[in-house]
């Protein structure tokens, strides 16, 4: 590429997916840009349920977590409704987690602490503009920038990330085609925030669920006192079913699903209609080029799980990128990306479809729903997901020695490569010592002497042990004492050789 790059990494889009990538970089010392075509932040509350692993992830990032829960609405219990009988109560608490319960507060509130994080890293978003041609070259990209007035420019950049939403332009133009997966023909989906009126009360911090002949009613809390509240129905019939639904149209549909009685909703906001599909991009990386969140893939959004597994998207590129355009790691590890995070979405595209057919049935049966509850709630937290199949992924131990490689390590966790050196019943100093000696610089040491951390893992080995536990919080090498050789193997194939700047404190 001629001329020189303008800044290691563009970042186009600026709503969760992008801006977590940007703080991933910008706290790393990864120059990088963010362009975003909205002139102004986000007003609306769009993607507004954070589970559990996703606040996880915030308070890694350098967010102060507590002041953003404190600016939401808990999610304590989920209450599920069958034709107008209550039929359960699951409590959403994941004593697994620093973070117990479900946030729900506004998108607009998750961007605004993820662009202020950005900015205390030294990173302001460039709005009015949008990206518009991608050419590629060995060393980088070209970007067309279109700014408001009607004004062009050019970037360079060594990397790029695509992060705009299904409508990615920089995706078409790089001719990556959607992988259709299914689009919901016959299903309709209306949502608002609005205050709403049964004849019981509804809890603050209690989600409920309505199942009817033909579909589904979901009352979610906010912080401000309403409710987001979404109707799932099938509809045969598109005639005057245009531009945004009035409350009127959302509450008779409600009453026909609920079977509790009138149903009324007041100061109602931000009702749209919702295209229910799932679709994946045929590829997430193509060359220099990277797409997250909505840009690579769309759920229909029954599990209110797209944002948050879009952050986890760029949680989990975010560590990957800085390690090659910051660090000189080997771009074979950028092809992990995909390789962890496609299935974790395919899961997750193929569970929505499950969750939609069931819930328009004409005659859901009781034992079946309350049987779909139970498997799918610890899979909302996403706390359960791993990466088994990873090629980051190697297991030296048997299975009494904690979790297996692959798996979230449970604790807090910097950002950072730890050794967590598990010395069992029978500490073995010297073998603790060997395994630390020449360890490479770009990994942190906590040797669990108190047992803290072996309880956390609900690990109990009957010899003294290791996790080597990623930036992300996931074991990347598990092993034994005797396997000092094979973590600095593990580490240079990952990470490639320590730098020149690094080898001095080796």
Not at 265 to 288: D, I, K, P, S, Y
Not at 299 to 311: K, R
Not at 388 to 408: K, Y
Not at 440 to 453: C, F, K, L, S, Y
Request: proline residues 7%; aromatic residues 6%; contains cysteine.
């Amino acid at each position: 590429m001629s001329g020189l790059m303008e800044t290691e990494v563009l970042i186009v889009g600026a709503g969760p997916v992008g801006l977590t990538v940007a703080v991933e970089l910008a706290r790393r010392g990864v120059p990088c840009r963010v362009v975003e075509e909205a002139p102004a932040p986000r007003e609306s509350t769009r993607g507004c349920t954070v589970y559990q692993r996703t606040l996880e992830v915030f308070e890694a990032m350098g967010l102060p977590v507590d002041d953003y829960v404190a600016e939401g609405a808990r999610m304590a219990r989920r209450v599920y409704h069958l034709f107008g009988e209550r039929i359960g109560t699951v409590d959403m608490a994941e004593p697994r987690s620093a973070h117990p319960y479900p946030l729900v507060v506004g998108q607009n509130v998750t961007e605004r602490y993820l662009e202020r994080r950005l900015a205390d890293l030294g990173v302001l978003v460039q709005r009015g503009t949008s990206a518009g041609a991608v050419t590629q070259e060995n060393d980088g990209v070209t970007v067309v920038l279109h700014h408001e007035g009607g004004r062009r420019s050019i970037i360079r950049a060594a990397w790029l990330v695509a992060a705009q939403g299904a409508a990615s332009g920089v995706r078409d133009s790089l001719g990556i085609a959607w992988r259709e997966w299914r689009r919901f023909t016959g299903l309709r989906m209306l949502q608002i925030d609005a205050r709403v009126r049964l004849p019981f009360g509804l809890e603050p911090d209690e989600a409920h669920l309505f199942f009817g002949a033909g579909g589904h009613v979901g009352c979610v809390p906010l912080p401000d006192g309403r409710h987001r509240v979404f109707v799932v129905r099938q509809s045969l019939e598109d005639a005057g079913e245009r531009g945004d639904p009035r409350p009127a149209e959302i509450a008779a549909a409600m009453e026909g699903l609920c079977g509790v009685g009138e149903v009324g909703l007041t100061e109602g906001r931000f009702a749209w209609r919702v295209r229910l599909q799932n679709r994946f991009a045929e590829r997430m990386r193509a060359g220099r080029v990277l797409l997250a969140g909505d840009s690579a893939r769309v759920f229909a959004p029954v599990h209110a799980q797209g944002m948050n597994t879009g952050v986890q998207d760029a949680f989990n590129l975010g560590w990957k990128l800085a390690a090659v355009a910051g660090e000189g790691a080997p771009e074979t590890l950028l092809d992990s990306y995909e390789a962890e995070r496609r299935p974790v979405a395919e899961e997750l595209l193929a569970r929505t479809e499950r969750s939609l057919d069931f819930g328009v049935q004409e005659s859901p049966d009781r034992d079946a729903l309350l049987g779909a509850i139970a498997v799918n709630r610890p899979k909302r937290t996403q706390l359960a997901i791993d990466y088994p199949d990873s090629p980051l992924t190697r297991d030296l131990l048997g299975d009494d020695a904690g979790p297996r490689a692959g798996r979230r390590a449970p604790g807090r966790w910097d950002g950072r490569w730890t050794l967590l050196v598990l010395p069992g019943p029978r500490p073995d100093r010297r073998g603790i010592g060997r395994l630390m000696t020449g360890l490479d610089p770009r990994v942190d040491v906590i040797v669990d002497v108190d047992g803290e951390a072996s309880s956390a893992l609900n690990a109990a080995p009957d010899a003294p042990a290791f996790h080597l536990i990623r930036p992300d919080g996931h074991i990347g090498l598990r092993g034994g004492l005797e396997h000092a050789a094979q973590v600095a193997a593990y580490l240079d194939t990952v990470l490639g050789p320590v730098p020149p700047r690094n080898r001095s404190t080796a």
